[in-house]
């Protein structure tokens, strides 16, 4: 990718609205996500068109555009660090999405947020989504755990999970594993599990990314669909009324203007063990 940041891969106006977006939106996400490891994602030959990814670096960056390195030494990778100035400049060098594995802020390799993330398909809608996510939501309450919904592009969402003592992903994926399994036994109509799911109306409940290494997007970051849609974080009661790729770059100047909908739900998540919640 960065061998390519030397020219525009999209039109001037493509640009101009991916820029602009991110002018609008780096801070939230630098705030909620201050010096996370992030991946940087292009697509060829524009939106909607086929995603690459930077991965870790192997190319010297400005000295202004923080980094992180995570692994052990001698088998360290160096990754591009979550900051205004870091998220503008991969714009710049032609990325439209933004993910991560959601770190704790005082360790790169210990979880900040888990995450579920649910995709429609075979013809699933918006309502299957919506029902997928509160039937979700319910099986984390009875451990006395709240989550925050995003709503992702396509027709798909994923549930941020905060916790405040940094669990290891090791532990966290194999919980969130039979979270997803005990979801999918009782809504079969709703959730598959599968990595090939069948071709029947479901949502696809995935855990898988919980691990170092692995992304999924970070919310007010912006699919690579033709819409280019925004990772749209609502408040539980604006479910329904807020729909999937409501929000896009075109107009998410209005939807940013409420503020940090998913920062204020982080603070007042931000104390939850999961040490508590295993036993």
Known sequence: MFGMGGHTLYSRDVRAVVLAHYERAAGYIAEN???????????????GGRAEYTASLHHPVPDSIPTVEIGEFGHTKRYIAV??????????????????????????????FGRVVLS????????????AMLAARSVLR???????????????GTLFLPFGDGPTYETVRAWLHEVADTAAAREPA??????????KRLVHICVATNAVGRISPLPYTLAGNTALEM????EWD??????????????????????DVFGRQAKELAGQPFAAIRR
């Open 142 to 156: 009875e451990q006395r755990l709240e989550c925050i919904p995003v709503l992702g592009g396509g027709i798909s």
């Open 33 to 47: 996500f201050p010096l996370a490891p992030v991946e940087a994602i292009e697509y060829y030959p524009g939106p």
């Open 190 to 199: 709703v959730f598959t599990t599968e990595i090939d799911p069948p071709q």
């Open 120 to 131: 429609a398909h075979y013809g699933a809608t918006a309502d299957d989504l919506e029902s």
């Open 83 to 112: 900051a205004p100035n870091s998220l503008l400049w991969l714009v710049h060098r032609n990325a439209i999405g933004f993910g991560s594995w959601t770190p704790s802020r005082r360790d790169p390799e210990s979880v900040g």
């Open 231 to 234: 990772e749209t974080p609502i």
């Open 238 to 259: 604006e479910l329904g009324a807020v729909r999937c790729g409501a929000v896009t770059a075109h107009n998410s100047a209005q939807r940013l203007a409420k503020g």
